[in-house]
């Protein structure tokens, strides 16, 4: 970088410092929407809270000078002029996970003080409403100055990331894709690869035969790419009827290993109680092939490539549906980059047959890879090094929408070692590391456009 595209990025920094409490303020107010998916009204597809907050960001871009397209999946703002294919794309969502249980902190936004400084919890502060609002005002901060940029630059904020991307298929159909960019929907220092990602629908039935029914209702779960956190059922015992609770540890789905999943800890504790035949059977077999492990082993599933690692498997939901005599159980499957997917999921199908249960894909994202010496991870990571000279580009099973385009990585918001409470309770980001974002966003576009 020559010395005058350095004074221009210190003033840009400068400037972005001048908009922390307006960016912190902004943020507040979009924790305030509970944008979870509904069910579909006229205008809004997500339902009428994601539309809320779609509608928000909208409003604080045009009130910040910014060139706002709102559509019912998504909104588009756009710096500068020129042809999609030649801009700079930043990748974003307005949606999240339903809030569930175990908060001590208002999940609609919260500013708290403690020793490690102030925190600001809600649901999204992480995922993903903390780094959109910091990129939008990175945005402001080039827009302001007239930064000379040499492609446009467009901040794209999706509906429905958590729950389908069904917003960024349909911004794909309808415009040409941007020519490289990131999503800032992960990990630090730079997510070069994301492994596949398989969600399935299964249905256990639990023939009865004229018997009666001891289970007489078990949930856990509320969305397939989540760790349950709980799982509650009702059991009729000899003494009479007995509500149990199981509480685990919520995690993200595509990171098993750092939660402790309640729908199999219920499963297991089920096996020991005096159920009918046919409802510890289907138990037995769902917690030996889906629940004792989080690896697929049992289930003849298990492999690793040395590009992304172990394949993984989260069982999301299950529910019972007594009056149908079935369980239902919705699995998420993250394998790696180099794996064959057709034959996961020709195993898969013939475990699921083997024991007279259905299963349905339900949703199914090749995976994502750009080699680590091609842009943007190289000036992605140059500029992370400037912080972390030891950073080195890292593969992921989450999911994000870079899938969608050519030439798209992940770059943040979590840095090695900052709390990942993405999709737990309590989530939150600290002042510290939300300003911080907002610095590196205005680096990292700068020198992408410049």
Same mark, same amino acid.
């Given at each position: 970088?020559?010395?005058?595209?350095?004074?221009?990025?210190?003033?840009?920094?400068?400037?972005?410092?001048?908009?922390?409490?307006?960016?912190?303020?902004?943020?507040?107010?979009?924790?305030?929407?509970?944008?979870?998916?509904?069910?579909?009204?006229?205008?809004?597809?997500?339902?009428?809270?994601?539309?809320?907050?779609?509608?928000?960001?909208?409003?604080?871009?045009?009130?910040?000078?910014?060139?706002?397209?709102?559509?019912?999946?998504?909104?588009?703002?756009?710096?500068?002029?020129?042809?999609?294919?030649?801009?700079?794309?930043?990748?974003?969502?307005?949606?999240?996970?339903?809030?569930?249980?175990?908060?001590?902190?208002?999940?609609?936004?919260?500013?708290?003080?403690?020793?490690?400084?102030?925190?600001?919890?809600?649901?999204?502060?992480?995922?993903?409403?903390?780094?959109?609002?910091?990129?939008?005002?990175?945005?402001?901060?080039?827009?302001?100055?007239?930064?000379?940029?040499?492609?446009?630059?467009?901040?794209?904020?999706?509906?429905?990331?958590?729950?389908?991307?069904?917003?960024?298929?349909?911004?794909?159909?309808?415009?040409?894709?941007?020519?490289?960019?990131?999503?800032?929907?992960?990990?630090?220092?730079?997510?070069?690869?994301?492994?596949?990602?398989?969600?399935?629908?299964?249905?256990?039935?639990?023939?009865?035969?004229?018997?009666?029914?001891?289970?007489?209702?078990?949930?856990?779960?509320?969305?397939?790419?989540?760790?349950?956190?709980?799982?509650?059922?009702?059991?009729?015992?000899?003494?009479?009827?007995?509500?149990?609770?199981?509480?685990?540890?919520?995690?993200?789905?595509?990171?098993?290993?750092?939660?402790?999943?309640?729908?199999?800890?219920?499963?297991?504790?089920?096996?020991?109680?005096?159920?009918?035949?046919?409802?510890?059977?289907?138990?037995?077999?769902?917690?030996?092939?889906?629940?004792?492990?989080?690896?697929?082993?049992?289930?003849?599933?298990?492999?690793?490539?040395?590009?992304?690692?172990?394949?993984?498997?989260?069982?999301?939901?299950?529910?019972?549906?007594?009056?149908?005599?079935?369980?239902?159980?919705?699995?998420?499957?993250?394998?790696?980059?180099?794996?064959?997917? $057709?034959?996961?999921?020709?195993?898969?199908?013939?475990?699921?047959?083997?024991?007279?249960?259905?299963?349905?894909?339900?949703?199914?994202?090749?995976?994502?890879?750009?080699?680590?010496?091609?842009?943007?991870?190289?000036?992605?990571?140059?500029?992370?090094?400037?912080?972390?000279?030891?950073?080195?580009?890292?593969?992921?099973?989450?999911? $994000?929408?870079?899938?969608?385009?050519?030439?798209?990585?992940?770059?943040?918001?979590?840095?090695?070692?900052?709390?990942?409470?993405?999709?737990?309770?309590?989530?939150?980001? $600290?002042?510290?590391?939300?300003?911080?974002?907002?610095?590196?966003?205005?680096?990292?576009?700068?020198?992408?456009?410049?």
């Amino acid at each position: 970088m020559n010395s005058k595209q350095q004074d221009w990025e210190n003033a840009l920094l400068q400037e972005t410092a001048s908009y922390y409490p307006q960016a912190e303020k902004a943020l507040l107010q979009l924790l305030s929407i509970p944008s979870v998916e509904e069910a579909a009204v006229p205008g809004a597809p997500f339902g009428e809270p994601v539309h809320q907050a779609l509608s928000q960001f909208a409003q604080l871009a045009a009130g910040l000078g910014l060139q706002v397209s709102q559509t019912e999946h998504y909104i588009t703002i756009d710096l500068g002029d020129g042809e999609s294919l030649e801009a700079v794309g930043i990748l974003a969502h307005a949606d999240v996970v339903p809030f569930g249980e175990g908060w001590h902190f208002a999940p609609t936004g919260q500013l708290v003080d403690d020793v490690d400084g102030c925190k600001i919890y809600g649901r999204g502060s992480l995922d993903d409403k903390g780094p959109a609002v910091a990129a939008l005002f990175a945005l402001s901060a080039l827009k302001r100055l007239q930064a000379p940029l040499s492609r446009p630059v467009r901040l794209i904020i999706g509906g429905n990331e958590e729950s389908g991307c069904q917003c960024i298929k349909k911004y794909a159909a309808e415009h040409q894709p941007p020519a490289l960019g990131f999503s800032p929907d992960a990990n630090f220092p730079v997510i070069f690869a994301e492994k596949g990602i398989a969600m399935f629908h299964l249905t256990l039935p639990i023939p009865m035969n004229g018997e009666a029914a001891r289970l007489l209702a078990l949930q856990a779960g509320t969305v397939v790419n989540a760790v349950p956190g709980k799982a509650e059922a009702t059991v009729l015992l000899p003494g009479g009827q007995c509500e149990l609770s199981c509480i685990g540890k919520a995690a993200h789905g595509s990171q098993p290993e750092k939660g402790q999943n309640a729908a199999a800890a219920m499963l297991q504790n089920l096996l020991s109680l005096p159920l009918a035949p046919a409802e510890l059977e289907v138990c037995r077999r769902l917690y030996q092939l889906f629940g004792r492990d989080y690896l697929g082993e049992a289930a003849g599933l298990a492999q690793t490539d040395e590009v992304s690692g172990q394949l993984t498997l989260n069982l999301g939901i299950l529910k019972l549906q007594p009056e149908k005599e079935q369980l239902t159980v919705d699995l998420d499957l993250r394998y790696p980059v180099t794996a064959d997917y $057709t034959t996961i999921y020709q195993r898969l199908t013939a475990v699921c047959q083997e024991n007279g249960w259905q299963i349905q894909e339900t949703e199914h994202k090749a995976p994502l890879y750009v080699p680590t010496d091609e842009k943007p991870v190289t000036t992605l990571l140059q500029l992370y090094q400037e912080y972390d000279s030891t950073a080195q580009p890292i593969a992921t099973g989450g999911g $994000t929408y870079c899938r969608a385009f050519a030439n798209f990585v992940a770059f943040g918001p979590l840095r090695p070692g900052m709390a990942d409470v993405m999709h737990q309770a309590d989530e939150f980001i $600290t002042r510290q590391d939300f300003q911080f974002l907002q610095r590196i966003y205005t680096q990292a576009i700068w020198r992408l456009a410049r």
